[in-house]
Structure formats: structure tokens, C-alpha cells
């Protein structure tokens, strides 16, 4: 399991209704049931993983979320999460919002694009390669990429309150300068 | 299509009918005092009766879903890819029961069989036929085999409406229902094409206002024209451009009426299949029971509340080339189940085939239906 997941299951309450947006093969929502007695659905739009989360029994739903959550009614989860997904998402804005529309409490992980690592590698001239940020340029399913303090301004910006966060590297967590030495960031928010 | 010899087929069929006394009072208000429900099974029923699923069909098809019948080996069942030993509806685990509607021409009780009251074929007096009313038989049939309760129902277009109505109707006897390109209503443009078919078999000169049976004539006109239609609606139009082109028969345009374009000689040749052994009495009814089939109706509409009775888990099923019964209709569904907080999987398929498609064979499709089926527990 991912080190921002590690995190997300400690966070969910036990016996959470919860909603996994970007679930891949369901690990996640698997854990959550087993060791926090959560349950829910997972959304996913990858042919492969969908047929993954069936095959391990999780509940998926096959829809892009880039048209927004409309299956789900408001406040109808106890937590959605997004996990390392958001980077992927073209319409950034639109989708936290639907978040907690229908969660009452959101968890967002992504790849730090602050950590000194990827400044170095823009600084000498690449765009940036690493264990949080595995992709080549060109085939990248990354569209937005942000950083800590971006991330933050952006919540500030849509009366996203943010109650928790956790800034990790190679699965410690991060404390000083937090945008420069951490690699991935994990934050529980609710809607104001 | 399997050979017989294939390991795969559930090999020769043994199509089976039980008679029932019981009258049944049927939705459109009237009562058949006595009929026969033909069916086919696979597999073997487990001692704690929890490893039957039931397969309910569409519009055109019967209880053959798989194998051939010794005498007519080319007659593979319809779903044939679907059951077997070791395919993804694994008959070596199932108990898989086929069943024919009420109002079929296929051995069921229907139009063209003997009315008690007349000693004629029923005709045009069969009643019309329901969803509901074939969900309420097949709980008969599902009795009299000592199935308390059936560890999944599934079904495709049609099928899948008897698979959703199954957990409406009897909410204690179905663990999980299997929805494939269904829709929770038609919209008017469903039923307008609908209404073409039948105005295509009620104007056909041999119809003679379906007490055709004793006049040596059958309607294969307006059934042929019937079909056709509806065949249009099965396939998309980007599978159709890509099987048929625009290709023409004789090299060049000819001027006149025959055959030009492929895409007519195949609709001429479903056209003629269909009409040579459908009848076209049932085909009013089938697309009538399509036309009503409206879950929501007794409830103001709400989708969400006609469905809060279920309690079986679903899994959805749709494909993006089905126009007929689009995904944004299977979405409906599994928002009113989300809605229920019911257990729901949603599959939304890139699959070229249109409506048909959850009859082909499709590695992403029959994965999914192999995985659900096999966490079945039993």
C-alpha cells in the first residue's frame, strides 16, 4: 500500500461510508473495509482496474470523473477521498467542489511538485522523474501538476477548509519545510 | 458458436416443460386458469439449493440458453458463450436454469397454443403479458425445482428487466441481480419504434386481427418488416458502417429496387429468418411488455423509491454504442440504487456491438461477468 494510503486509513472513521474517487484496483477501499469496517464504492474509468475492483470483490462504478459526480446525492458519504488522482483531473476546480458536495469530509493525496528534487531537475533543465512523479513527460497521465502552497491557496480560494495534513517523504512523515523536503501531501478537509 | 465436441458446451440440452394449474391473475387484469412454462437446465443443483442462477431472456430468444439438442446439433443456445463448464457462468458451480416467458412461441404457453376455453389457438384473445407477469411464473417454476432462492438473476435488454424486476417483485429470493443494457423504462422513442413493428404486423393483409392460425397464412410480411426495425435499433451505426460500408452488390447503382446496398440484402435476410420462425402474436406481445415495463410508474416516477424494496447487489452493465438503451439509462438505475445505499458495481463498456453487445463476446465483458460470478459465495 502507498504511504498516502497508509495515512487515508487512519483517517477514515471506523464504519465510514466512503467513496474512492480514482479507487485503480481497489486496494484502498479493500483495507477500508477490513481494518476500519468502511464501506462503499470505488469510481474508476480504467477498463483494467474496473475489472480488477470486480475481481477483488469491491463495489466500482465506471464513470470519468471529469463530468462530475452526479450518481451521488449530496452529503452522501462520510468521507471521499482522492488518492494521488487530482493531479489527473482537467477540471480541478469543479471536481473538489463536487467532493464535498456529496462527502462531508474530503481526504486529497498528490506528489508534492514543491520537493527539492523536482526543483533541481526543472533547475538543471528536465522535467522532473521520481518514485512520487514516475513519469516521463510524454506519457504522463499527470495534467495539473501543484505544490503544497498552491494546493493550499487553491482551498483558500474555494472556502475549502483544510483540518489535517500530513507531508510525507519515502513514507516518513515531514515537518520542516514541508514543500521542499516532503514528496506527498495528504490533507483532510471539509467544506468550510 | 461451440462445436458439440467442445469441452466448453454444456453439451446436449434437454428442453423440459412444467404445467402449472394454478391460475395466475395477470397485470393487464385478466387470468390464465392453466399453462406450461418450457425450460432448460445446466448443472447441478448444490444440497443447500444456493448455487441457482436464473437467465432470463430478450425479446426474440427462449429457455435454450446453451448446448444444442441431439437431434438439431446446430441449435447452440443463445447465450451459449456465456454458460458453460468453465466459461464465466461456470456450470460446473452453477445450477443454471433457462426459462421461457408466458406469451412466447417457443414452448410456453402463448398465443398460438390451444384455448381451454375454445379448443382453438388463443390468438389474438391471448392476453397481453407483462414483466411482472414473467417474474410471477418463473417464482412458480423456481418452486416446483426447490430453489428457495437464486444466488443471481441475469439478463440482457429485456432479460435484464426481468432481472431488475425479480428483486422487486421477491426481494428475499434474489443475492444478486445482473443488469445488462436495460434501461428502468423506454422513452417514447423506444416505444415509438415499437408501435412501428406492430403497426407493420397489424396492417399486414395475413394478420387477420391475429386469429391467423386456422387460415393457413401467417403475417411474414409485417413480421419481416418488424424485424427490421428493430434490427436497425440492435446494432450501431458505426458497427453497421464497418460491416456493411456502403458497398454495393452488383459494382454499380442500379437504378431501380433491387438489392443495392449490403445493408439492405442483410436486413432482407434477418427480415426472412426472423418471420420464418417467429410469430408474430407473441412479437405484439414481447414489445408491449417492453413498452409498460415502467418500475417507477406506481411510484410518482421516483426511481429511487420503486427500487428502495430491493436488497439484492447489482452489477450494471452498459456499452457506449448501445443507442437503443443508452449507458445514461443503466446510470438511472444505479443512481437510484446508490440512492438505496444498495450494493452496486457499475461496468460502462467501450464495446462496438450497440444493443446486441451483451450478446457478443468481449474479453472486458465476459471478465467482469467471470470475477462477479466467481465471488458469488455459495
Redesign the interface.
Known amino acids: 500500500m502507498r504511504p498516502d494510503q497508509q495515512a487515508i486509513l487512519q483517517w477514515v472513521p471506523k464504519g465510514a461510508?466512503v467513496l474512492d474517487l480514482g479507487c485503480a484496483d481497489g486496494a484502498l477501499l479493500r483495507s477500508l473495509g477490513q481494518e476500519r469496517e468502511a464501506h462503499g464504492?470505488g469510481v474508476e474509468i480504467d477498463?483494467a482496474s474496473?475489472?480488477e475492483?470486480?475481481?477483488n470483490?469491491v463495489?466500482?462504478?465506471?464513470?470519468d470523473l471529469e463530468s462530475g459526480l452526479?450518481?451521488?446525492?449530496d452529503g452522501?458519504f462520510d468521507c471521499v477521498i482522492l488518492s494521488e488522482t487530482l493531479q489527473t483531473i482537467h477540471r480541478t476546480e469543479f471536481l473538489l467542489r463536487e467532493m464535498l458536495r456529496v462527502g462531508r469530509e474530503g481526504i486529497v493525496s498528490f506528489p508534492n511538485f514543491g520537493h527539492w528534487n523536482a526543483r533541481l531537475q526543472i533547475a538543471l533543465g528536465r522535467m522532473p522523474v521520481s518514485d512520487t512523479l514516475p513519469y516521463e513527460w510524454y506519457e504522463t497521465p499527470n495534467v495539473h501538476h501543484c505544490t503544497i502552497t498552491d494546493f493550499e491557496d487553491l482551498c483558500r480560494r474555494l472556502g475549502i477548509r483544510i483540518r489535517e495534513r500530513l507531508v510525507l517523504h519515502a513514507g516518513k512523515p515531514v515537518t520542516l519545510m514541508p514543500n521542499l523536503l516532503g514528496s506527498l501531501a495528504v490533507y483532510r478537509c471539509t467544506a468550510g | 458458436m461451440n462445436a458439440p465436441h467442445d469441452p466448453a458446451s454444456v453439451g446436449a440440452a434437454t428442453a423440459q416443460k412444467a404445467h402449472f394449474d394454478q391460475p395466475i391473475k395477470l397485470r393487464g387484469g385478466a387470468e390464465l386458469q392453466s399453462y406450461d412454462i418450457a425450460y432448460e437446465t445446466y448443472g447441478q443443483l448444490n444440497a443447500a439449493r444456493s448455487n441457482a442462477v436464473l437467465v432470463c431472456h430478450a425479446l426474440n430468444a427462449s429457455h435454450h440458453v446453451a448446448g444444442y439438442y441431439e437431434d438439431d446439433k446446430s441449435n447452440v443456445g443463445w447465450w451459449d458463450n456465456l454458460v458453460g463448464p468453465g466459461k464465466p457462468l461456470d456450470t460446473n458451480r452453477f445450477f443454471v436454469v433457462g426459462s421461457n416467458y408466458i406469451g412466447s412461441c417457443f414452448g410456453s404457453t402463448g398465443p398460438a397454443s390451444t384455448n381451454p376455453a375454445t379448443g382453438k389457438p388463443w390468438g389474438a384473445d391471448f392476453p397481453v403479458v407483462t414483466v411482472e407477469d414473467w417474474v410471477e411464473t418463473q417464482a412458480r417454476l423456481a418452486d416446483r425445482l426447490g430453489i428457495e432462492r437464486f444466488a443471481a438473476v441475469i439478463g440482457g435488454s429485456l432479460g435484464a428487466m426481468q432481472a431488475l424486476q425479480w428483486t422487486l417483485s421477491y426481494p428475499e429470493r434474489v443475492r444478486h441481480s445482473i443488469v445488462i443494457a436495460a434501461a428502468p423504462k423506454l422513452t417514447p422513442q423506444n416505444i415509438a419504434f415499437n408501435e412501428v413493428a406492430r403497426q407493420a404486423i397489424m396492417t399486414d393483409p395475413d394478420f387477420h386481427g391475429g386469429h391467423y392460425y386456422g387460415k393457413g397464412v401467417v403475417p411474414t410480411r409485417g413480421l419481416r418488416i418488424a424485424r427490421m426495425i428493430g434490427h436497425i435499433t440492435y446494432i450501431s451505426g458505426e458497427a453497421m458502417a464497418e460491416k456493411f460500408g456502403r458497398v454495393l452488390r452488383r459494382g454499380q447503382p442500379g437504378f431501380d429496387f433491387d438489392i443495392d446496398f449490403e445493408v439492405e440484402s442483410y436486413l432482407r435476410y434477418q427480415g426472412d429468418k426472423f418471420s420464418s420462425y417467429f410469430d408474430a402474436n407473441t412479437y405484439l406481445r414481447i414489445t408491449k411488455a417492453l413498452d409498460y415495463f415502467d418500475p417507477a410508474a406506481d411510484f410518482g416516477g421516483d426511481l429511487t423509491k420503486a427500487l428502495a424494496r430491493a436488497k439484492a447487489a447489482f452489477?450494471v452493465v452498459s456499452f457506449k454504442s448501445d443507442w437503443r438503451f443508452t449507458p445514461a439509462r443503466s446510470?438511472e438505475m444505479?443512481?437510484a440504487l446508490?440512492?438505496n445505499?444498495r450494493?452496486?458495481?457499475?461496468?460502462?463498456?467501450?464495446a462496438p456491438g450497440g444493443h446486441d453487445a451483451f450478446l457478443l463476446e468481449d474479453a472486458?465483458y465476459h471478465?467482469?461477468l467471470r470475477?462477479?460470478f466467481?465471488?458469488i459465495d455459495l
Open positions: 461510508r464504492y477498463d474496473v475489472l475492483c470486480v475481481a470483490d463495489n466500482v462504478l465506471q464513470v452526479s450518481l451521488f446525492a452522501s | 452489477l446510470r444505479v443512481r446508490l440512492d445505499r450494493i452496486v458495481s457499475y461496468l460502462e463498456l467501450d472486458r471478465g467482469a470475477s462477479y466467481a465471488n
